[in-house]
Structure formats: C-alpha cells, structure tokens
C-alpha cells in the first residue's frame, strides 16, 4: 500500500511545487514549468528505492525515449521549421491578409474553431490541427486586436473536436476495439453528447468576437503566391497526409519560394528554421521531464493506485459510468497523454462494464471524451504547450477560455445522470 501512495507522489509534489512557487513569485504564469518537473523528476528517482540507481535512470530515459514520444518531438521541431520559415517569407502574414479579406474581424474566433473542428476530423489528430492552425490563428489575432490566449485556446478546442470524434483518430479506434463495438456506435453516441456543447462553444466564440475590429483599415493587396505554401498544408493534412511530410514539404516549399522571391538568401533561411526549432525546446524539454517521471510513476504503481481507488466507489450503473469517466481523467492527468490512459485503463473499464450494465458503445465514448477533456485541461499536455509555443504565452493563460472541454464536463455529466441518449439493445456479437 505505501508503495503506491509513494508511485502517485511524485504527481502530488509537483503540483504543490507548481502552486508553492506560483504563490511565491505572486503570479502563476510566470512558474517555469521545465524546472519543475526537473525538480519532481529527482524527487521520483530518489523515491524509487527498490531498484539500483543505474536502473532507475535507464527506466527514467526509457520513458523519455519512448518511439510515440519521439515522434511528438519530430512533429514539434518540423512545425517550428514550417511556421518560422513561412513567417520569414511573408506566408503567414499573407495568409492571414487574405482570410481577412474575406471575414469580418467579428467572427475570426468562430472560423478558426470551425476550421480547427473540420482539420482534426479529416486528420484524426488533435496536433496535426494544432500545429498547422497555430501559426495562421496567432498572425489573425494580431490583425484584429485579439486576444492572443484565447485565440491559442480556440484552436485547441477545434483540435479536441475532431480527436474525438474522427473515425481515424488513435483514441477512438483504441476505445471501441478495447470495449467492443463499431466506430459508427461509438460515434453516434459520442455525437450526441458533444453536438450541443460545441453550439454553444460556437456561439461563445461568436460573442467573444464581438470586439474585435481591423487594426488597419487600409486595403490590403493579397500576394496570393505566398499565401500557396499554408494552403498547401492545409490540404495535404485535411486529405490525410502524414502531418511529418506535409509540415517537412511546407517548410521545404516556403524555402524555395522565398529563395526565388528574394524574401531572403539561403543563409537567412537556414537561421529562420533554426529559429523555429529552438522556439520549440523549452517545450520538447517538459514533454521529456514529464515522460521520464510518469515512467517511474508507473514502475511505483502508482497508476494502479488510481485505479483501485476508483473502483471502491461504484454501486451501480451511474456511479460505474462516473468511475470510468474519473478513472480515465485522472489517469490522464498522471500521465499527460489521452492515448496511454485509454490502454492503461481499457481493460479495467470493459470488466466495470460488464459487471455493472454499461453498454460499450457508452463505455467507449466516456472512455475516449474523458480523456480528451483532461488532456486539453492539462498546462503540461503536449496540445497546449504546442498552441502556447507559437504566441509565446504560458499554457495557463488559455484555461479560463478553454470553454469546449470546461462545458463537455457538464455534457458528460448530464448524459451520465440521465442515461443520454437512450440505446437500443446491440444486434451483433462483441
């Protein structure tokens, strides 16, 4: 038993480290996120005193090594390389011309969130939207006198959309093959939960624009040229591309264009995607940190000690379909990624199921909403540390405007306490 309550420690330390320092400096967003998860990283090494210290640093880096993980950091250091070679040749800023061109400044919020809602369902990732939506939203928000957090926000809520829902994403093919049922069940269900809570969202965005106005009003001549590099993009992800190749294509196309174009000479390109990239470590940094410790966390049982707590509190069908929602959250939060949490827990969730009357296209949605809604409510996920990275803002000055998964956990809430939608028996085989 203390063994595991000492596994979920290192959570707890960091958080209390996190909220001491912040109370200390007098202003939360000013907290180093790097420095404290380097500090709770050897608060879990020192903690792990079952094995030789030599094999608590080759299980650290192991989960800092991971091959998922590194291709998060393929996809940090290309997105830095495109949208910092692109600004160089005056692509963003022409992008952002030419959408203004044809939107008032009123309802930028509500189109990016729906572009964002539109990218993440072709894609089935919540980054891929994230890193190619970022750049163009932040260049938008400063042509209309937006605010910078809650446009990074928006696009982080259109991201989480389409990550739940989209019939390619990892999460939803995780949790319906975990539970048992078909994609087209699990997003039926998911559907009409999630539908009424992006109205409102859209609606909010709506509002929220209602402010903003042209910083300039003068008439703008679109070079369309330069717009062809994130249109390019745009359209390689919405068909499905590997978001690798086309943000590795962008940033190879916005090269050879601006060479051409005389925006800048080989020299100047090389140092603006070198620009890009070190933009990114300070957020490749945390995600490694955080890997590492989360791995030690596991080893501790930490994970296991979560679990086990949840499962005490179930008597029946709401309170087991709770337990999975919190289950799965809470799991997330140890480990800041939806996609480890939903195999973590998958098993757990379809023997809860089965025991307690769950139907598992039920089971499959709360599994794959819940963890999407801790992942977007997390300052150290990787969705908003990419989106903070590109305005230069700290993750947690987009928590007061992350409103779809905020209102999801009402809508969650409410299909749970009132078994929404109502489901006719399963007419095949799980």
């Known amino acids: 038993m203390w ?13 209390l480290l996190y909220m001491g320092s912040a109370f200390l400096i007098g202003d939360l967003s000013k907290v180093p996120i790097a420095v404290m998860f380097l500090i709770s990283s050897v608060y879990a090494i020192v903690t792990t005193w079952d094995i030789p210290y030599k094999e608590r640093i080759r299980l650290y880096c192991k989960g800092a090594g991971s091959s998922r993980l590194m291709y998060i950091i393929w996809i940090f250091v290309l997105a830095g390389a495109f949208a910092s070679s692109a600004q160089e040749m005056g692509c963003i800023q022409e992008t952002v011309n030419f959408i203004l061109t044809f939107l008032p400044a009123q309802i930028v919020y509500a189109s990016i969130f729906i572009a964002g809602c539109f990218i993440s369902m072709a894609t089935g990732s919540g980054m891929g939207s994230i890193v190619a939506l970022c750049p163009l939203a932040v260049g938008v928000a400063e042509n209309v006198g937006g605010n910078m957090a809650l446009m990074c926000a928006v696009v982080v809520c259109g991201a989480m959309f389409g990550d739940n829902l989209s019939f390619i994403s990892d999460t939803t093919i995780l949790a319906t093959n975990s539970q048992g049922c078909s994609l087209k069940d699990k997003f039926r269900v998911n559907f009409l939960i999630v539908l009424p809570v992006a109205f409102v969202v859209l609606l909010l965005f709506v509002y929220q624009g209602q402010g903003l106005y042209m910083v300039t009003q003068d008439s703008v001549n679109v070079n369309y040229w330069k717009v062809l590099p994130y249109v390019i993009v745009m359209c390689m992800s ?13 940033t190879l196309l916005s090269g050879v264009m601006g060479l051409l174009m005389g925006c800048f000479d080989f020299g100047g390109w090389l140092h603006a995607v070198d620009a890009g990239i070190s933009v990114m470590a300070p957020m490749i940094a945390i995600i490694l940190l955080a890997s590492g410790l989360i791995c030690l966390m596991k080893h501790n049982g930490g994970i296991d000690f979560i679990v086990s707590g949840c499962m005490r509190f179930i008597r029946g069908r709401r309170t087991a379909e709770a337990s999975i929602a919190i289950l799965t959250g809470l799991v997330c939060a140890s480990t800041a990624n939806n996609t480890v949490s939903i195999l973590t827990v998958a098993d757990i969730v379809k023997e809860i199921s089965k025991k307690y009357g769950v139907d598992p296209r039920r089971a499959a949605s709360l599994l794959d909403t819940s963890s999407c809604i801790v992942q977007e409510l997390l300052p150290y996920s990787t969705h908003l540390l990419a989106a903070a990275s590109f305005a230069g803002i700290s993750t947690i000055s987009m928590l007061p405007y992350m409103y779809y998964p905020l ?11 009132f078994n929404f939608p109502k489901l006719k028996p399963l007419n095949y085989k799980l």
């Open 238 to 250: 919405i068909c499905g591309v590997d978001v690798m190749m086309a943000l590795l294509f962008g």
């Open 3 to 15: 063994k595991r309550v000492l596994g979920i420690s290192p959570l707890f330390f960091f958080l």
């Open 407 to 417: 209102l999801l956990i009402v809508g969650v809430s409410v299909a749970i306490v």
